[in-house]
């Protein structure tokens, strides 16, 4: 370097040319090359894997879009985890990009309009852009657009309990839509005195079942829960447990809405059941059911009926072990041991016909190889052997000569000798072991 100025190396032996112009990536040392390469193929997933989550807030009462409307994007990891946040724009639109949001996962998107959170899914394409609506709706602490479409109740006693569960389908046919709130209480339901705690769930959004803890009421038995009853259909679960030791039981519960059709399921259908609300429909006899049924049933009806009669026998095993609900087959200890020596069984006697067939393999192919060419040289075989016996016994009674009997004696065996030649193997006897054939 001189003056500023680069020498250009003259001695192409040493050094070579340097071009500085056009750029080569052969001049470049290894070790970049390397980086430059790796950062290439990186680049494209890492750029793919920066999604965006972008869409619209909706009020579904005024059908127009919501402004200044708070977004949470939520993942469920360890619990709703919030992982982004942004506010809608004037027209109600929003966008999510930042390095935190992958299109592989799965998140939930929450808009808590009038004190109601209302939950959306965001869907990622191919692209790794996810486009959500979330639609909210006013909220109305007036109950007379709910209604219950449709009530289950199941009873079955077992053993020294009975065990009950309602499902109901409550259904928000309010116009324009809105959601049925109240602090009080937005579905309010009784269970008998000697009942234990309920356990109550809901089917929410993408019918995901969500847990809720009831609240006691005002009176005896009485619970509510505060879940807010968005626009159609909420099914709803009511789960409990009550002694049966006494052979009777008395159901005791009030329409908290008008219920379009209710039916009851008792297990056993042997158990008497008394109701002047409920009536009998029939049995089903392959799963031991009695039916009852109910039509048009006006708000605050008593929902009343008492059950008696013998429980089905409990098994002590399933009741310690089998989750509520379920019915656990618990084998015994022959069942758990037959299986693996029935296996070990079947694994020897197969053994033992390979071993088996692989011995007589050989012999069975003989036979087979047997042609009828061969069956005759034995048919001949033994009749020379017939004749043989037949020269020995007339020798010894003394009806042929000597010198005639050892020439035809010869003669027959020289013949039977040829015979056994030609054939691989004979299994005529041996003429010293030959009885006689007559």
């Known amino acids: 370097m001189k003056n500023g100025n680069c020498e250009m190396v003259k001695d192409q032996g040493q050094m070579g040319r340097i071009n500085h112009f056009p750029f080569h990536i052969s001049n470049l040392p290894f070790e970049m090359v390397f980086w ?23 009020n579904g009462t005024t059908q127009r879009p919501v402004a200044n409307q708070k ?12 992982v982004a946040d942004v ?25 808590n309009f009038a004190g109601v959170p209302y939950h959306a899914p965001a869907p990622f394409d191919a692209t790794g852009a996810a486009t959500v609506k979330i639609t909210v709706y006013d909220s109305t602490r007036e109950p007379s657009s709910i209604r219950v479409s449709s009530l289950r109740v199941a009873v079955a006693a077992q053993g020294q309990k009975i065990r009950v569960q309602e499902q109901y389908q409550i259904e928000n046919t309010s116009h324009p839509e809105r959601t049925y709130a109240n602090d009080e209480g937005t579905f309010v339901f009784q269970v008998p005195a000697q009942s234990g705690e309920p356990k109550v769930a809901v089917q929410g959004l993408m019918n995901m079942t969500v847990p809720l803890s009831p609240e006691r009421g005002k009176s005896a038995g009485e619970y509510k829960i505060r879940y807010a009853l968005k626009p159609g259909l909420t099914p709803v679960t009511v789960e409990y447990e009550a002694d049966y030791s006494s052979a009777s039981f008395a159901f005791n519960d009030r329409a908290a809405y008008p219920i379009g059709h209710a039916e009851i399921l008792v297990l056993p259908s042997s158990l008497k059941v008394d109701s002047k609300l409920f009536q009998p429909t029939g049995v089903d006899t392959t799963n031991d059911i009695q039916k009852l ?29 089998a989750p509520e609900g379920t019915v656990k087959v618990v084998p015994n200890t022959m069942t758990r041991l037959g299986v693996p020596l ?18 007589e393999w050989p012999r069975w192919k003989e036979r087979q190889a047997a042609s009828p060419a061969n069956k005759q040289l034995e048919a001949r075989a033994d009749a020379l052997f017939n004749s043989l016996a037949d020269l020995d016994e007339l020798f010894a009674s003394g009806k042929v000569e ?4 050892w020439k035809e004696r010869l003669e027959l065996k020289a013949k039977l000798m040829a015979i ?11 003429y010293a072991t030959r009885r006689d054939p007559r």
């Not at 430059?36 to 909706?58: N, T």
């Not at 109910?294 to 399933?318: F, K, V």
């Not at 029935?342 to 011995?359: D, E, N, P, Q, T």
């Not at 000597?402 to 009997?405: E, L, S």
């Open 293 to 321: 049924e109910a039509e048009n049933i006006p708000r605050g009806t008593p929902l009343e009926m008492l059950i008696r009669g013998e429980a089905a026998a409990q098994n002590p095993q399933q009741e310690e072990n």
């Open 36 to 58: 430059m390469l790796l950062f290439i193929v990186l680049a494209p997933a890492g750029l793919r894997a920066q999604a965006r989550i972008e869409g619209q807030v909706v």
């Open 420 to 430: 056994l030649k030609k054939s691989p193997s004979p299994h005529s006897e041996p």
């Open 402 to 405: 000597k010198k005639k009997y």
């Open 87 to 111: 506010t809608t724009d004037a027209n109600g639109r929003f966008a999510v990009a930042q390095s935190g949001i992958e299109a592989g996962s799965f998140y939930l998107l929450q808009a």
């Open 342 to 359: 029935l296996v070990c069984f079947l694994l020897i006697l197969l053994w033992a016909l390979g071993v088996r067939a692989s011995k």
């Open 71 to 82: 977004v949470i994007v939520l993942v469920p990891r360890q619990g709703m985890q919030q």
